[in-house]
């Protein structure tokens, strides 16, 4: 994990995602991490009003799939380029979201996750029902390839996954100037305590509504991007269990940080694909899984080390303070000793004289 510190571990796991299609010709293994990397995006956008900010949003993939869907009727239904209907499939997740989170955001903590749970059953029923815009449960079906930028063609199984790749990295650079702004100072002074940071002067209503558009935007575009690359859609990409696995994403990982969610979301996959031979079953390893890394590890693998890092630089300013002491302690006794040794002698002086 030391490696993994500041720009030289974030180097190292971008190289380490540059080199992973010339480690394997498996068009499988390939697809699996480029699935993968779509999901760390969303899972992203779900740990800034989670993690950050202190609310669960339990509508999180429903909005990833208005965003699959949004691309997939602009583009199959309408003609509309890939990247604009990719912009404008964003930009619509981050408009829904802002239409929701101005009545959700006034509930708070679990209020708000049976609200928002219930926003993305509602979304589901609406793509599964509304067969005249989403298709129904025939879904949507000849959703092109993301289009040539120029000379760069994505029509491989390899140009695909490096475009994730590219927006997996972009979104992680932007996460981190959120985070490590002023505004992420803001989400995080929210999520700690309502009371403390209306009183340091934030508006809470419009910090929550940001903090949701901004998540909800990643799901969005995650969303684009899932589209663009099963080129097929069907009401399933809208169930919650697709959130309820980006949460599971963030707890391994861990929540609250920026490595954590990455690193889950991309564990989860594989250790899905994995368990596939026990189908339906696979959810009795999980449970229990999830419930032995909730009690032993509540802070994720990421959250852990850094919890047990800042403990040891802790002790370690402890024992400097305490050499310290001993230092200032030690000179002191030896000014005393200095100072009482001339009286000392100055008295053995005048006995003598007397």
């Known amino acids: 994990m030391n490696a993994l510190q500041g720009k030289t571990g974030w180097a190292l796991l971008l190289a380490l995602a540059i080199a992973f299609p010339l480690l394997t010709d498996n068009s499988y293994y390939l697809t699996v991490m480029t699935i993968a990397f779509i999901y760390a995006i969303a899972t992203l956008g779900l740990n800034l009003i989670t993690g950050y900010t202190g609310q669960l949003n339990l509508a999180h993939g429903g909005f990833m799939a208005i965003g699959a869907y949004a691309l997939g009727i602009l583009t199959v239904d309408h003609g509309v380029p890939f990247w604009l209907a990719f912009l404008i499939s964003g930009l619509l997740c981050m408009v829904v979201g802002w239409?929701?989170?101005?009545?959700?955001?006034?509930?708070?903590?679990?209020?708000?996750?049976?609200?928002?749970?219930?926003?993305?059953?509602?979304?589901?029923?609406?793509?599964?029902?509304?067969?005249?815009?989403?298709?129904?449960?025939?879904?949507?079906?000849?959703?092109?390839v993301p289009a040539p930028i120029g000379p760069l063609q994505f029509e491989s199984v390899h140009a695909q996954y490096y475009l994730v790749l590219f927006f997996l990295v972009l979104a992680v650079f932007l996460m981190h100037r959120i985070v490590s702004s002023l505004l992420g100072r803001s989400f995080m002074a929210v999520r700690n305590s309502d009371a403390l940071a209306e009183a340091l002067g934030i508006n809470l209503m419009r910090t929550k509504v940001l903090s949701f558009v901004l998540s909800v935007g990643y799901a969005g575009f995650a969303g684009a991007l899932y589209a663009g690359q099963v080129r097929f859609l069907g009401p399933d990409i809208a169930r919650t269990?697709?959130?309820?696995?980006?949460?599971?994403?963030?707890?391994?990982?861990?929540?609250?940080?920026?490595?954590?969610?990455?690193?889950?979301?991309?564990?989860?996959?594989?250790?899905?694909?994995?368990?596939?031979?026990?189908?339906?079953?696979?959810?009795?390893?999980?449970?229990?899984?999830?419930?032995?890394?909730?009690?032993?590890?509540?802070?994720?693998?990421?959250?852990?080390?850094?919890?047990?890092?800042?403990?040891?630089?802790?002790?370690?300013?402890?024992?400097?303070?305490?050499?310290?002491r001993a230092r200032d302690a030690g000179r002191t006794d030896s000014a005393a000793?200095?100072?009482?040794?001339?009286?000392?002698?100055?008295?053995?002086?005048?006995?003598?004289?007397a």
């Not at 955001?105 to 679990?110: E, I, Q, S, V």
């Not at 599971?248 to 368990?275: D, E, H, K, R």
């Open 99 to 144: 239409a929701i989170g101005v009545v959700s955001l006034r509930l708070k903590g679990h209020y708000f996750s049976i609200f928002t749970l219930c926003v993305g059953f509602i979304i589901y029923l609406l793509i599964e029902k509304w067969e005249s815009l989403t298709h129904g449960t025939v879904g949507l079906i000849g959703i092109p």
């Open 241 to 324: 269990d697709i959130t309820f696995d980006m949460v599971m994403a963030m707890l391994v990982g861990g929540i609250g940080t920026t490595l954590g969610p990455l690193l889950g979301a991309i564990l989860v996959p594989w250790i899905t694909q994995t368990l596939q031979f026990l189908q339906d079953y696979r959810m009795l390893v999980f449970g229990p899984v999830l419930i032995l890394l909730i009690i032993f590890v509540p802070d994720g693998i990421v959250g852990t080390w850094l919890k047990r890092q800042a403990r040891r630089a802790a002790a370690l300013r402890r024992g400097e303070r305490a050499n310290a």
């Open 337 to 353: 000793d200095s100072a009482a040794s001339p009286a000392a002698g100055n008295a053995t002086a005048g006995a003598d004289n």
